[in-house]
């Protein structure tokens, strides 16, 4: 009974996301497509040539080796990210396909078809949104925030424009009956397919002897000197930083204790990011970015490598596994708060899919590299926590 559906929203990560999106008609090509009749799904190709194809059930996080057109001839219900790999190796864009119903009121619910296109640069993802059962006399809203906040969609066809590559939740409802409304569902915008082997030469910056709890802002110090801002670690530290008190704050709002001492914790992405920006409001000549693209995938932060962006992300000591560490009350809010342990911030600068290692500027370790699951293991366990600098040509 139904067929496509859209969506999209931030997920831990990403409130710039927003600020950029504009809505238009979408330019870009489909070059598959699908047919879903109760539980049954088929996927079909228009253009793609003989031989082997691979299907994504979730976005292309994992392929399934199938021929084309494939049918399932029973699947659950539920939201599926359909990407095609084609016989080239490239990859198609990814369309939601919406399975069962979704409890709405019969005559109520808006259906659409909903696509995510990859994120070739930075920023540059998109969302169309086409309205199945469009009414030329009505206007139409578009939430891409999880109905926090709405924008007029362009008509029937709408694009929303300026994305990072993640998972996104969409709303559409009638201006003048917000009873008329679409379910919200999901959709990828997918990260760039990226070569096989990138290598980033970054200024290898250590945080011994001066910082031994300092991982962050020397991860944050290299990531700056790679855009030839000869910014040291330890005024990152003493002056931008924000600290709370030994065992007493809480390290998603400022670093816990002093990254000058021993004794001390150390801080998550929405703190570096403020570090970041506050010392970027001294450089009057030039203009730059601080993404917080937490919640992104892993092949994500492979695609900003790619396109020349080195990443700081969190991730854990050696690869070693996290453990619950220490537990103490925020004297802010009274509220407990309970460290993990083994958290380590490095900057990612470069992977090799052959070898399947990633390469990292360790603040403690120097330039190593890690093996790619290992890495990917920790990055998730420290909740997909990664920055972006980006230098802008305004400014």
Not at 159 to 175: A, F, H, K, N, Q
Not at 353 to 361: A, I, M
Request: charged fraction near 20%.
């Amino acid at each position: 009974m139904n067929e496509i559906r859209k969506l999209l929203i931030t997920l831990a990560a990403v409130v710039l996301m927003c600020l950029v999106c504009g809505f238009s008609v979408s330019a870009r090509a489909s070059g598959f497509g699908y047919t879903v009749n109760n539980n049954k799904l088929t996927v079909f190709v228009s253009d793609g040539g003989e031989g082997a194809y691979k299907l994504s059930l979730d976005g292309g996080r994992s392929y399934m080796q199938t021929s084309m057109p494939y049918t399932f001839h029973y699947i659950p219900d539920g939201i599926y990210q359909l990407r095609v790999m084609y016989p080239d190796g490239s990859l198609s864009e990814v369309k939601a396909a919406v399975v069962g119903k979704s409890g709405i009121p019969a005559g109520n619910e808006i259906f659409a078809n909903l696509t995510g296109y990859a994120e070739e640069t930075l920023g540059s993802g998109e969302i169309s949104i086409s309205i199945k059962n469009f009414d030329s006399s009505a206007t139409y809203l578009l939430s891409t925030d999880g109905g926090r906040s709405w924008k007029p969609a362009a008509g029937k066809e709408s694009v929303i424009s300026g994305l990072y590559s993640g998972e996104y939740t969409v709303d559409i409802r009638r201006t003048d009956d917000p009873h008329v409304s679409s379910r919200s569902l999901e959709i990828t915008v997918p990260a760039k397919k990226t070569a096989d082997s990138v290598i980033l030469q970054v200024p290898l910056i250590k945080q011994l002897p001066e910082l031994p709890t300092g991982c962050e802002v020397t991860s944050l110090s290299m990531a700056l000197n790679f855009y030839g801002i000869k910014i040291s670690k330890t005024v990152l530290a003493d002056v931008f930083l924000d600290k709370g008190e030994y065992r007493a704050a809480d390290y998603r709002k400022v670093f816990v204790g002093d990254p000058r001492e021993i004794k001390a914790y150390g801080c998550y992405s929405d703190v570096l990011v403020n570090c970041a920006e506050k010392f970027l409001e001294t450089i009057k000549t030039r203009s730059f970015d601080v993404l917080n693209v937490t919640g992104c995938s892993a092949e994500a932060l492979y695609g900003y490598v790619d396109m020349g962006y080195p990443v700081i992300v969190w991730t854990t000591n050696k690869m070693l596994p996290t453990f619950e560490g220490p537990s103490w009350i925020d004297k802010d809010t009274g509220e407990t708060v309970t460290w993990v342990g083994n958290e380590h911030c490095v900057l990612l600068t470069g992977f090799d899919r052959s070898k399947k290692v990633v390469y990292l500027n360790d603040p403690l370790y120097g330039i190593v590299p890690f093996k790619m699951s290992d890495f990917e293991l920790r990055f998730y366990e420290l909740e997909q926590q990664a920055i972006v600098i980006s230098e802008t040509t305004d400014g």
